[in-house]
């Protein structure tokens, strides 16, 4: 009866230290300049160990079982960049809070009208066009009044052509 005590106990005692060396990554994914989280599901990972979790609709995410350390996390989501946070430290047993910037600001959404940022002249910028063109589209586009530009897009994308610099803005 002892004996079978003591097999308890010592069992006990390897699964709380086996527990004791994770902790839990908590956290909000936030676009800088809004105060609601991020509302599509992004996943959130520790590339380097191969786990992860996937964000609700208010941007919060919980990654239970974080071997405690150092890590890389990465959020990625379809239709913006990914995000990588270098060094995220895991404490044993406790709950990092993490709250990212995501989506990442893109600098193409700070161009303001038809200016072009290389000659500073309007006069040769046109419009971008994303995904299949329709009859008209491909009209104008013939006639160098708007600029025909694939199908994939990043969530950061150019939205101007200038036809003297040969570059988009
Ligand atoms: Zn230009």
């Known amino acids: ?4 005590i003591s097999i308890c106990i010592l069992f006990i005692g390897c699964s709380n230290s086996a527990f004791a060396q994770t902790g839990m990554l908590e956290g909000l994914l936030s ?10 599901n992004a996943t959130v990972s520790l590339p380097d160990l191969n786990i992860g ?3 609700d ?9 974080v071997p405690s350390g150092v890590h890389k996390v990465k959020v990625e989501c379809i239709g913006y960049r990914d995000t990588t946070i270098a060094q995220v430290s895991i404490l044993a047993g406790k709950t ?4 990212i910037n995501f989506p990442v600001g893109c600098h193409f ?14 006069d040769a910028a046109i419009p971008l066009v994303y995904g299949l063109p329709d009859a008209k589209t491909l009209r104008m586009a013939k006639r160098q ?9 990043t969530g950061c994308d ?3 052509y200038c036809k003297r610099d040969n570059k988009e803005f």
């Open 1 to 4: 009866m002892s004996r079978l």
């Open 31 to 40: 676009d800088k300049r809004s105060t609601r989280g991020f509302s599509e």
């Open 53 to 55: 979790a996937i964000s």
């Open 57 to 65: 609709a208010n941007g919060h995410f919980v990654i239970l079982n």
């Open 96 to 99: 990092t809070p993490l709250n």
């Open 109 to 122: 959404l700070n161009q303001k009208g038809r200016r072009c940022p290389y000659c500073h002249r309007e």
């Open 145 to 153: 009044k708007v600029q025909l530009s694939g199908c994939m897009t």
């Open 158 to 160: 150019p939205q101007w």
